[in-house]
């Protein structure tokens, strides 16, 4: 049975850091896993991916880059990102998701399995 569970979310200050997590069981780790988020009256967004076990190349949109980390551990099936100098603009549910592909897509219907999501708030 597939499940991804998030933890990690919070509450931090204009500048702070959060490491969210995910913890997958059922995932082979020959496909691609990623974060989505989903602030306040918006659409779900990609953040960050990691493709499957044979490419292990990470992606990120441009608006992370510098600052948010992702990492894949595959022997243990866990996806974590770490999340540096947050913004306001941060502030959503992070989702941690899985793609039935092997390299890491950006949109939401290319991802068949979902977290239940975190909460990420970010004061200013």
């Known amino acids: 049975q597939v499940q991804l569970v998030e933890a990690g979310g919070g509450l931090v200050p204009a500048g702070g850091s959060l490491r969210l997590s995910c913890a997958a069981s059922g995932i082979p780790q020959t496909v691609a896993m990623a974060w989505f988020r989903q602030g306040p009256g918006q659409d779900r967004e990609f953040v960050a991916g990691m493709n499957g076990i044979s490419s292990r190349t990470a992606v990120y949109r441009d608006s992370v880059v510098g600052r948010f980390t992702i990492s894949r551990d595959y022997a243990k099936s866990t996806l974590s990102l770490e999340m540096n100098n947050l913004k306001p603009d941060d502030t959503a549910v992070y989702y941690c998701?899985?793609?039935?592909?092997?390299?890491?897509?950006?949109?939401?219907?290319?991802?068949?399995?979902w977290g239940q999501g975190t909460q990420v708030t970010v004061s200013s």
């Open positions: 998701a899985a793609s039935p592909y092997d390299y890491v897509r950006y949109y939401i219907r290319d991802y068949n399995y």
